[in-house]
T-cell receptor, first 113, second 114 residues
Framework: AQSVAQPEDQVNVAEGNPLTVKCTYS??????LFWYVQYPNRGLQFLLK??????LVKGSYGFEAEFNKSQTSFHLKKPSALVSDSALYFC???????????FGTGTRLKVLA | NAGVTQTPKFQVLKTGQSMTLQCAQD?????MYWYRQDPGMGLRLIYY???????DKGEVPNGYNVSRLNKREFSLRLESAAPSQTSVYFC?????????????FGPGTRLTVT
């Protein structure tokens, strides 16, 4: 069965510091991995994805994520956090050959000024 | 492009009432999805439609029905609402079978069942 784990309910980081939001996954076959961001009272917005190729993927708003097959992880990172990055972040996985996406429970990121 | 639109934005129902949540996308996507979002639970898939004319159950289908009316529209029906269905409902769409694969989400419907 597919699953996604986001082990931290909340991550606090000071503005200007690097941030990491963790995600691990379990899927049969090749994984397609995604990060989404949700601002208050809004739908989810796509940030970045890993389908194949380079393990480091870059996305919107300066975010990047590193795919690590041996650790089955896909952590979201940003070199320098902004207060405006404060939001709820979701990791999702889709197994190749399927139409269903499985979402993690979300990590609330708070960037402190 | 409007992207994915959902109506209504807010709804309050009494237990036992029925309603239909509407979703439409103008991106010519093949696949459409309904999720519910509850605190601490993330997004859980209710139903999805891989392509026009097909629908399949997701993780939490009980108490819901869906209709893929055409390629653009995918509705979610609550036949007899229960307080446990109080949630925020999101519709999403995705282009298949290209390599794109990400989903595009609507703004959500906040439903309260009393």
């Amino acid at each position: 069965a597919q699953s996604v784990a986001q082990p931290e309910d909340q991550v606090n980081v000071a503005e200007g510091n690097p941030l990491t939001v963790k995600c691990t996954y379990s899927v049969s076959g090749n994984p397609y991995l995604f990060w989404y961001v949700q601002y208050p009272n809004r739908g989810l917005q796509f940030l970045l994805k890993y389908i194949t190729g380079d393990n480091l993927v870059k996305g919107s708003y300066g975010f990047e994520a590193e795919f690590n097959k041996s650790q089955t992880s896909f952590h979201l990172k940003k070199p320098s956090a902004l207060v405006s990055d404060s939001a709820l972040y979701f990791c999702a996985v889709r197994a190749s050959g399927t139409y269903k996406y499985i979402f993690g429970t979300g990590t609330r990121l708070k960037v402190l000024a | 492009n409007a992207g994915v639109t959902q109506t209504p934005k807010f709804q309050v129902l009494k237990t036992g009432q029925s309603m239909t949540l509407q979703c439409a996308q103008d991106m010519n996507h093949n696949s459409m999805y309904w999720y519910r979002q509850d605190p601490g639970m993330g997004l859980r898939l209710i139903y999805y439609s891989a392509s026009e004319g097909t629908t399949d159950k997701g993780e939490v289908p009980n108490g819901y029905n869906v209709s893929r009316l055409n390629k653009r529209e995918f509705s979610l029906r609550l036949e007899s609402a229960a307080p446990s269905q109080t949630s925020v409902y999101f519709c999403a769409s995705s282009e298949v079978p290209t390599l794109t694969y990400e989903q595009y989400f609507g703004p959500g419907t906040r439903l309260t069942v009393t």
